[in-house]
């Protein structure tokens, strides 16, 4: 059996246009994450994307949701709390936040290499 025959089947299901505006307006305030995150970014799509279905540079959906239930347990959906007025705000906050402790690491990363 084959590694993709064994992952779980999860669809890749496209965002709605305005949870992705609601997701990445904090980013585009903060040009000083860009670098940060257009190399995430590029290290998430897979190689050769443009040969696999759907098409687009997207991260692999079974990783996708492995990350997601890492960081919000259960099957990975964001759920509304107090903290956020709404999943996509809590999404955003949780990438400024992610973005940040990269940008961190990788400069430590760096530094001990010298």
Not at 74 to 82: E, K, T
Request: proline share 9%.
């Amino acid at each position: 059996m084959t590694r993709r025959a064994m992952a779980p089947n999860h669809r890749r299901e496209a965002l709605a246009p305005a949870a992705i505006v609601n997701v990445a307006q904090p980013l585009l305030r903060r040009p000083d994450l860009w670098p940060t995150a257009i190399r995430s970014y590029r290290s998430l799509v897979p190689r050769r994307w443009w040969r696999h279905h759907p098409f687009l540079p997207l991260p692999d959906a079974d990783w996708m949701h492995f990350r997601l239930v890492t960081a919000y347990g259960g099957d990975g959906i964001v759920a509304d709390d107090a903290e956020a007025a709404s999943p996509d705000l809590r999404l955003a906050h949780d990438l400024i936040v992610w973005l940040e402790w990269l940008r961190e690491w990788n400069r430590g990363q760096q530094r001990s290499r010298r």
